[in-house]
């Protein structure tokens, strides 16, 4: 199998081209010729210079990842980007990255991991954007305090040694979770107008604590990170089930 055929299979997985004209990052192939033969997949959430030596390391052809190297385009390639390029193209490691796509898949995705590991019910997409969605919403199987649904959290998940932390504004119990992984918190609005007594992402902004406490909503910020290495453990399954070898490249940021 080659590069290309990888990246055409989950492209057509992932439906990336629903995404083209709402993701600063173009999903895909990235760097690397399609005609590239690949044996050995590395899987990571970003595309960084410690990722990179460390998929070169493990013998990897190809590593994909959910953050990429180009957003929004990439007019020079000097300092940080010839830092990350260069390796990529010096070892024969192609680079594959699905951003969006890999938040808002249903059962391949982000929030989808996020789901199964709540076990959420009643499951729907959750995170409008450009007609697409990049999140999940669900219920519970049983009301929780929000304090017990962070602690859920914080034990399964890799925070990078820091706490999760909870906006507590919300019911004294929760049972409707809505989850954007990563930096989700605009999507506040849509969790109060759903119905939602949770919003589960990865990280906060300013605005978000006073919109939260006068709305009346929980907000759990369990790490960018953290919340967004489901999708490519996903999708390390499924290039297993294609009998490639894979890697999975752990480098929590704790943010």
């Not at 989950?10 to 629903?18: K, N, Q």
């Not at 969605?133 to 959290?153: D, K």
């Not at 089930?241 to 490249?249: A, F, G, H, P, V």
Request: aromatic share 6%.
């Amino acid at each position: 199998m080659n590069a290309g055929d990888i990246a055409a299979r989950l492209d057509d997985r992932l439906d990336i081209e629903a995404y083209a004209d709402i993701d600063a990052s173009p999903n895909g192939l990235q760097v690397g010729p399609a005609s590239q033969p690949v044996e050995h997949v590395a899987f990571a959430v970003d595309a960084a210079v410690e990722t990179i030596d460390r998929a070169d390391e493990a013998g990897a052809d190809l590593l994909v990842t959910h953050h990429g190297i180009v957003w929004g385009g990439m007019e020079r390639v000097t300092e940080t980007n010839y830092r990350r390029v260069a390796p990529l193209i010096d070892n024969d490691l192609a680079l594959y990255v699905a951003h969006l796509p890999l938040d808002g898949h249903q059962s391949l995705g982000n929030a989808a991991g996020v789901a199964d590991l709540l076990g959420l019910d009643n499951r729907a997409p959750f995170g409008a954007m450009g007609g697409e969605y990049i999140g999940q919403r669900g219920t519970l199987s049983e009301p929780q305090t929000v304090s017990e649904l962070a602690g859920s959290l914080e034990g399964n998940i890799d925070t990078g040694g820091q706490p999760v932390q909870v906006l507590d504004f919300g019911p004294s119990t929760v049972e409707d979770v809505a989850v954007v992984t990563g930096s989700g918190v605009d999507w506040l609005q849509e969790a109060v107008e759903t119905d939602a007594d949770v919003l589960i992402t990865g990280e906060g902004k300013q605005k978000a604590f006073h919109e939260a406490r006068e709305q009346g909503i929980h907000v759990i910020l369990a790490g960018h990170y953290a919340t967004e290495t489901f999708g490519v453990q996903s999708l390390q399954t499924v290039a297993e089930d294609w009998e490639l070898e894979t890697t999975y490249i752990d480098c929590p940021t704790g943010l």
